[in-house]
T-cell receptor, first 113, second 111 residues
């Protein structure tokens, strides 16, 4: 069974600092990995998706890397802002038959103004 | 976003009653999913669908059933609600670039 771990569970940084969020998974035979953001009481918003053949994806201030062989992904958020405060979840899809996702528990980020 | 809506958004029900949650998407996505989110457990897959009338079980399917009679609608039924099914339920659909898009969630309380 695929296990997805996110450490730390919570993170607090001053505004302007770069954020580094970690995700690890036990089975390296993944199809893709997706990063989500969740605001309190809201649904999940997709941030980035990395296919297993890719090493990284970028969108604006966000950059996600994938090292499949070591079972790790890192989400970098540059020049953090208070609006970046949220819970960030990573999820991996193991097969291309059903694309089911296994989620980590998330990292809750607070950016202090 | 994929234009996914869920109804109702909040529901309080009594133990033993059946409950149906509805998910509606407007993007003609083939794959749809039902998850529940609980503190300490994160998001867990209940059931999913890979086409009209094609469904399968996820990680925590006991006590739940689903139906998909149209591409756009995916229903989750709690056959006889129990307090352990108090949770936030999310529906998702998979886009053509393999990203999953989530609805706003339904907060269900079973008393």
């Amino acid at each position: 069974k695929q296990e997805v771990t996110q450490i730390p569970a919570a993170l607090s940084v001053p505004e302007g600092e770069n954020l580094v969020l970690n995700c690890s998974f036990t089975d390296s035979a993944i199809y893709n990995l997706q990063w989500f953001r969740q605001d309190p009481g809201k649904g999940l918003t997709s941030l980035l998706l990395i296919q297993s053949s890719q090493r990284e994806q970028t969108s604006g201030r966000l950059n996600a890397s994938l090292d499949k062989s070591s079972g790790r992904s890192t989400l970098y958020i540059a020049a953090s802002q208070p609006g970046d405060s949220a819970t960030y979840l990573c999820a991996v899809s193991v097969t291309s038959n059903d694309y089911k996702l296994s989620f980590g528990a998330g990292t809750t980020v607070t950016v202090r103004a | 976003d994929a234009g996914i809506t869920q109804s109702p958004r909040h529901k309080v029900t009594e133990t033993g009653t059946p409950v149906t949650l509805r998910c509606h998407q407007t993007e003609n996505h083939r794959y749809m999913y039902w998850y529940r989110q609980d503190p300490g457990h994160g998001l867990r897959l209940i059931h999913y669908s890979y086409g009209v009338k094609d469904t399968d079980k996820g990680e925590v399917s006991d006590g739940y059933s689903v139906s998909r009679s149209k591409t756009e609608d995916f229903l989750l039924t709690l056959e006889s609600a129990t307090s352990s099914q108090t949770s936030v339920y999310f529906c998702a659909s998979q886009g053509f670039s393999y990203e999953q898009y989530f609805g706003p969630g339904t907060r269900l309380t079973v008393t």
